[in-house]
């Protein structure tokens, strides 16, 4: 019997040019989010804010962000947005647009989508193409095992596009049920998964993750998120907890195989 060869990535952030051969010798692309990319913290020239402010602006504004400053981090922001005129929101869904149109061409078919908490959920069915399947709080069967997606993050101080209360994030959690792969942005709530090394803070996880991992033994958990993590996997009684990696940085997917 042959084996099936899953590709998963997570935090594409606009990296459009690896995202095209992704799909390469898999059976299927698995997307855990984050698909658009506001702000690089790696390259402050790159991102919707720097291409609207300038790649000094965006170093100034994700300098206070990194510190913790998140209402002076506001400030700088709405001065910059009331300068550039017109309606904020306006600007960044062009520009979310424009990232969506040339991301969602790349996309390798078939793919198997969730969304990640940058994303803009209201505006993905307008660009996905036929073999793009969008799931959220739902389930699809690929290559005989039941994969459940859960998609978005949870409340934070940075208040990106598709954060949602803890409560609503578990119905999520618990309408996907029991599945082989459990499938999420965000990771379980377990601090070493949480703690990014180069940001060096904890993002946020899901208590609800964990608690279904513990009480239904997925053999996989897969999420993305933290971008350098302190431990990229861990295991929770019998299921393997991997986050995938950071697409826009690595360039190549995660491999599953069975």
Not at 42 to 52: P, T, V
Not at 124 to 152: K, M, N, S
Request: proline share 5%; with cysteine.
């Amino acid at each position: 019997m042959s084996l099936v060869r899953i590709h998963v990535v997570s935090d594409v952030h606009g990296r459009v040019d690896a995202l095209a051969g992704a799909g390469d010798g898999a059976d299927a692309l698995v997307c855990l989010g984050d698909l658009v990319l506001f702000v690089d913290y790696a390259d402050h020239s790159q991102g919707i804010f720097a291409d609207l402010f300038g790649a000094e602006k965006a170093a100034e504004f994700i300098g206070l962000r990194t510190e913790g400053r998140f209402d002076e981090a506001r400030v700088m922001s709405a001065e910059l947005w009331s300068a550039l005129g017109g309606d904020p929101r306006a600007h960044v869904e062009a520009a979310v647009r424009g990232q969506y149109a040339a991301i969602f061409a790349a996309m390798p078919v078939p793919a198997y989508l969730t969304y990640g908490n940058v994303d803009l959920p209201a505006l993905w069915a307008e660009y996905a193409r036929p073999g793009h399947q969008i799931l959220d709080g739902e389930t699809a069967e690929i290559g005989g095992l039941r994969f459940g997606f859960v998609g978005g993050g949870l409340r934070t101080p940075y208040r990106t596009p598709y954060e949602i209360d803890d409560a609503d994030y578990a119905r999520k959690v618990a309408a996907v049920g029991r599945v082989d792969v459990l499938c999420s942005h965000i990771p379980p709530a377990i601090p070493e998964l949480l703690y990014d090394t180069v940001a060096r803070r904890f993002e946020r996880g899901s208590e609800a993750l964990l608690d279904a991992i513990k009480r239904t033994q997925p053999r996989y958990a897969l999420f993305g998120h933290v971008h350098q993590p302190l431990w990229s996997r861990t295991r929770v009684g019998r299921t393997e907890c991997v986050n995938v990696g950071h697409f826009r940085g690595r360039g190549t997917p995660y491999v599953l195989e069975w």
